[in-house]
């Protein structure tokens, strides 16, 4: 299936990192390479985009669909994104991107097991050769365990219920579907209830997701890193789609403008923690009313950018 992708906020996004044309810039997440064509569009003959992705398909594309030499792809996740950008022969970068939405083409290619509407293998790797896959979490992990990921990770309000309802199915045979398992998620809620906010499986496919492909561990430690990657003036612009990120990158930020850990009662620091960027976004920018209508998966995007000082 041919990779297709259509830049979340590309106007804001190109706006927001203050592209200098000499510059260095790394997409932590390359995708369909929509937001590194747009930086590309913008750089002179000695910028360079370092695109990082854990997905070979995404690389594949990215490379014969622009087939320029100034962008430089690296098979990675992004929270290595200091070793993928040293790889690529930089220490020094001038702006950092992160899209943190799960890409068109993973979704729509029903045999990766994203969908909810579509049946394919329980599957949900971003890195076809990461071990875990969604046919394990589903039928391995304790019936605990599924519940706090899906109360956690999907904040579904019956976490409970459907960890129970897969428990009681995987005994007596092995899940193996995604369609299955989406029956299973929907027969678990009430019935008043089921279409509240969506298709019902919604939630609980964004967590096992989530858990397959460690999503939410790897964001402070990559934008802690990227902070330290940027030149004085470079900027990072992330952008997250569910409240879970949003709120990672809010925190993280507002630790880089704000890093003192001192009590407050004590008259001068001591730790010893210095200010690294100030946030350039005290509220998040959000799609326009155009893209809104144009692109359903902007719905719900929001992008934060801080500068590093």
């Known amino acids: 299936m041919e990779f297709s992708h259509v830049p979340v906020m590309p106007e804001e996004v190109v706006s927001a990192l203050a592209i200098r044309p000499g510059g260095v810039y790394v997409d932590c997440t390359l995708g369909g390479a929509g937001h590194t064509a747009l930086i590309l569009e913008?750089?002179?003959?000695?910028?360079r985009v370092v695109g990082i992705d854990r997905d070979e398909d995404a690389l594949e594309n990215a490379r014969e669909k622009i087939k320029d030499p100034r962008l430089i792809t690296v098979k990675d996740n992004f929270e290595n994104i200091a070793q993928a950008a040293a790889s690529a022969g930089f220490d020094k970068v001038d702006g950092i991107l992160m899209d943190l939405g799960v890409s068109s083409h993973q979704l729509d290619t029903a045999e990766r097991g994203f969908s909810y509407i579509k049946n394919a293998p329980l599957d949900m790797r971003m890195d076809v050769s990461s071990p875990l896959t969604a046919r394990e979490v589903v039928n391995t992990?304790?019936?605990?365990?599924?519940?706090?990921?899906?109360r956690d990770y999907g904040e579904e309000r019956f976490a409970q219920r459907i960890a129970a309802k897969i428990c009681e199915r995987r005994a007596e045979k092995e899940i193996t579907d995604t369609l299955e398992l989406a029956g299973i998620i929907s027969s678990a809620i009430p019935p008043k209830m089921r279409y509240d906010g969506g298709n019902p499986a919604k939630r609980s496919f964004q967590a096992i997701r989530i858990e397959v492909n460690g999503e939410l561990d790897c964001i402070p430690k990559a934008i802690r890193d990227g902070i330290d990657l940027l030149n004085p003036g470079g900027r990072m612009a992330i952008i997250s789609f569910h409240s879970l990120e949003d709120r990672i990158v809010k925190t993280e930020f507002q630790k880089l403008e704000r890093p003192c850990i001192c009590p407050p009662d004590l008259p001068i620091c001591v730790c010893g923690k210095v200010q690294k960027a100030v946030i350039i976004t005290r509220k998040p920018i959000l799609p326009g009313e155009t893209e809104l209508k144009n692109n359903t998966r902007s719905h719900s995007a929001k992008l934060r950018v801080c500068e590093r000082i």
Not at 42 to 47: A, M, P, Q, T, V
């Open 141 to 150: 992990y304790p019936e605990k365990e599924l519940s706090r990921i899906l």
């Open 42 to 47: 913008r750089l002179n003959e000695n910028g």
